[in-house]
């Protein structure tokens, strides 16, 4: 749960140190570029496309014991053995009708989170196995998502969802997804990327696809950085010409902390800093594949100190249990990050984003700046209420 007290001696007893409620943070608009579609099904929802397309492999058809087992499985340490878990998401999104219920429900959880923006990645040749082509996988997620946006709009909540196609790091269908991408990109395709297994396969196997989308004046990311250090990252930038990092969070091992609290970053590192590419950095994803030991000792506490790029990001709900409110929870729990930092953090990613820069700047001025003004008011109203002993102050700052 999140701490209701300030670190000590962080700030003048008269002043409340604004830690931020779990419902405030769920409230916060929010900006999300980092979220596998197959790694965001319900739990319910896997159980009941099994059933219907008759795939017996679940290890459990309970959906509440069925979401234990994701995070538990995807707990190992291993990104490979975390990938594993994949081939259940994978077997039950095969049909139209899977694909399309996957995507609208997507695009209602977050919403319903607060995420007012969303890139939402996939790998369409990973759902092919019923006959589906690349282009009917894209048209119906495509489906959901707007379907789902409508939804969410009925339920009072704004949220707008682009998509990445990824292409698989192990197989050799880049090029052939990133046309795809690119054919795509004024319906609903925002950008390309790479993932999978990371170690020994480097991002330099798919570079035709990645100067093609140069070429095209394309978007891209790539899972770097993750479960490989420095090289991953180096050849991500300055090889492939990725516009932002996957993860990224080894990052840190071109940084050296000295005693003092010093530091001396090395040349990738001022570079990935000084040209502002960000870091989609996923904390509890991290630390399930072993790139960090807990949430205080995650990276971005530092980088964040150091005024990287940095982004916060789920990457897969359903093998994190996780959300991106939960995410930002864990944070203000470990650092003691005040609404301010949330900001940061949303405004960072929404500069980040793959789409025009005109409408980024509109999320930023219409949709985020107020949002986070509208709780920050809430603050200074309690405060005032508190102090003249007239209003009602539960839920707010001690
Ligand atoms: O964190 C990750 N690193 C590398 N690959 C990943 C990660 N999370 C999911 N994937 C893979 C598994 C999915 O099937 C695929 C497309 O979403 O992307
Ligand atoms: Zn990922």
């Not at 790479?194 to 790539?222: M, V």
């Not at 090395?266 to 989609?280: H, M, N, Q, T």
Request: aromatic share 8%; proline share 5%; glycine share 8%.
């Amino acid at each position: 749960m999140t701490s209701q007290t300030a670190p000590k001696g962080a700030v003048p007893a008269a002043v409340p140190a604004r830690v931020p409620t779990p419902d405030q943070i769920r409230r916060a608009p929010k900006v999300l570029l980092h979220d596998h579609l197959d790694g965001g099904l319900r739990p319910r929802t896997v159980v009941e496309l099994a059933r219907e397309r008759g795939y017996a492999g679940l290890p459990e058809t309970d959906p509440d014991r069925l979401g234990g087992w994701f995070r538990q499985a995807a707990d190992s340490g291993s990104l490979e053995r975390y990938l594993e878990t994949f081939r259940h998401t994978a077997a039950v999104m095969q049909t139209r009708q899977a694909l399309v219920r996957v995507a609208r429900e997507c695009a209602e959880d977050l919403a319903a989170d607060g995420v007012v923006y969303a890139e939402v990645r996939y790998a369409p040749e990973q759902h092919l196995d019923a006959g589906l082509t690349l282009q009917e996988v894209v048209e119906a997620v495509d489906e959901g998502f707007r379907q789902g946006e409508r939804l969410a709009r009925e339920a009072g909540h704004r949220i707008r969802i682009g998509a990445l196609l990824t292409a698989m790091r192990h197989a050799a269908r880049s090029l052939e997804i990133a046309e795809l991408a690119n054919r795509y990109r004024d319906s609903g395709v925002v950008g390309f990327d790479i993932a999978g297994a990371e170690a020994g396969h480097p991002p330099t196997r798919h570079l035709d696809a990645f100067e093609y989308l140069k070429r095209e004046n394309n978007h891209f990311t790539i899972h770097a950085g993750e479960a490989f250090g420095l090289p991953s990252i180096w050849q991500a930038i300055q090889w492939c010409g990725a516009d932002r990092l996957g993860h990224g969070v080894r990052i840190v091992d071109d940084i050296d902390v000295h005693e003092d609290g010093s530091v001396t970053l090395g040349r990738l590192a001022s570079y990935v800093r000084d040209k502002r590419i960000p870091l989609e950095l996923c904390p509890t994803s991290n630390l399930q594949t072993g790139a960090a030991a807990s949430y205080a000792e995650h990276p971005i506490g530092l980088l964040r100190r150091l005024h990287f790029r940095v982004t916060v990001n789920t990457d897969n709900r359903l093998m994190s249990h996780t959300g991106l409110s939960r995410e930002f929870e864990h944070l203000v729990n470990a650092f003691g990050y005040t609404l301010d930092d949330l900001q940061w953090f949303s405004v960072n990613a929404m500069k980040s984003a793959f789409i025009p820069f005109d409408e980024r700047l509109a999320m930023i001025n219409e949709v985020i700046k107020p949002g986070y003004a509208e709780l920050k008011s809430e603050w200074l109203f309690r405060q005032t209420a508190s102090t003249s002993g007239s209003g009602r102050a539960e839920g707010g700052p001690p």
